[in-house]
Every structure is written in structure tokens, then in C-alpha cells.
């Protein structure tokens, strides 16, 4: 494949990606046919079989977009803060505005990882690059974690992959009632909600 069929190619994937997440925002996933999506980008469902193995790989690759832009913006939030305190304070905080202004990309995100996906039936460099991914976000949290550790504003004995993991699922938790059209249970302002959540927190791992 020459290098200009290689770069249409991969315009043509970019444009199926954008049209089925389209289409999960519109139809939610589970209603989200192979049918759907390919009616949203204007091809057959003949054509998206050239490009995925299935609806599982198009889920997977609108998550794996998804996932490159969210940690792009965590980045970018701590890259000049000082502090592990107040880096996964401003971690925490890009989260919830990346969910507040992309809830379609949450909810896949939750989608996923309730229902699942059958990875035996997915390309296995964009399974692998899936994970890859995930450890690079789990990478900005770890370095966050020894950065408080070492600063001794965190309690020394914390296991810090035990923490990111925790901190990762209580987030995703909490994200989902915040973002949810019915706002918190509590009956109060959605991001007074989530930070009141991760006040509590940071108290159970702070160093007094």
C-alpha cells in the first residue's frame, strides 16, 4: 500500500469513528447496529466489514479515541502545577470537565466497562495499543501518588497501584451519578457533589 492509499485509508477509518460515535450518542450502544452506523457515514455495511471485524472494534476504537484525547487533556491540566496534592486535585477536576463536556464519551466509557467486549474477536495491535493507553493513564496517576508520597503530604505506607486503581473506579462512580440528567442524589449542585467525594479522599490518604 503506497503511502497516499495508506493516509486515505486512515481518513476514511477517522470518518467511520466519528459517525459510530454519532451514532452511540444518538442511539446509546446497545441500540447501535452495524446498520446504524454505517447509515450515519453514508457507506454500505459491506464497507465497515473492510475496515472492523465487527461492532465490538468499532467500540473499542471510539473508546481508544476517546481515551488518547483524555489523557492529552490531563496532561495538559498538571503539566504546571507543583505538587502531588494539587496535581491530582487538577487531575481530578480535567476529569470532570472533560465528562461534563463529553458525556457521550463517558457513558461509552461506563458501557464498557460494565458490559464488556469480546477482545478474542478484536485486531490485536488495537487491543494492545487499548491497553497501552490505559497504562499511560495509569502511569499520570502513579507518578502523581510518588510525587505526594515524596513530598510527604501522602501517608508513606500507601501501595500506589492499589490507590490509582481505586481512585480510577471511586472517580468513574461519582462521575456517573454527576454527569446523570437527574444531578446527585443528594439533591445538590453535581460539582460540589464530586468534590465533596474527593475531599473525603484525599483525607484517607493525606499525612497529618
Known amino acids: 500500500m503506497s503511502h497516499r492509499e495508506a493516509s486515505e485509508r486512515q481518513a476514511r477509518l477517522d470518518f467511520l469513528i466519528e459517525s459510530a460515535s454519532r451514532t452511540f450518542a444518538v442511539h446509546g450502544v446497545d441500540d447501535s447496529s452495524l446498520e ?24 473499542l476504537s471510539v473508546l481508544l479515541r476517546d481515551l488518547k484525547t483524555r489523557i492529552a ?18 487531575w481530578a477536576d480535567s476529569y470532570l470537565q472533560y465528562a461534563l463536556e463529553n458525556p457521550d464519551s463517558f457513558r461509552l466509557q ?4 460494565y458490559n464488556g467486549i469480546n477482545r478474542d474477536r478484536i485486531d490485536a495491535d488495537l487491543v494492545e495499543n487499548f491497553y497501552r493507553f ?16 515524596r513530598e510527604r503530604c501522602f501517608l508513606p505506607g500507601l501501595n500506589i497501584d492499589i ?8 472517580m468513574r462512580a461519582i462521575l456517573s ?7 446527585s442524589t443528594a439533591c445538590v449542585d453535581p460539582q460540589f ?12 490518604i493525606q499525612r497529618i
Open 134 to 149: 490505559n497504562e499511560q493513564l495509569r502511569g499520570q496517576l502513579r507518578s502523581i501518588f510518588e510525587d505526594g508520597i
Open 163 to 170: 490507590c490509582v486503581s481505586q481512585f480510577v473506579h471511586s
Open 110 to 113: 461506563s458501557y464498557v466497562n
Open 73 to 90: 487533556v490531563h496532561e495538559e491540566a498538571v503539566r504546571t502545577v507543583r505538587g502531588g496534592l494539587n496535581k491530582l486535585i487538577k
Open 36 to 59: 446504524l452506523i454505517a447509515r450515519e457515514a453514508e457507506y454500505t455495511r459491506r464497507t465497515l466489514y473492510s475496515y472492523f471485524t465487527g461492532r465490538d472494534e468499532i467500540v
Open 193 to 204: 457533589y464530586f468534590f465533596s467525594f474527593l475531599s473525603v479522599f484525599i483525607r484517607g
Open 177 to 183: 451519578v454527576t454527569i446523570s440528567e437527574g444531578g
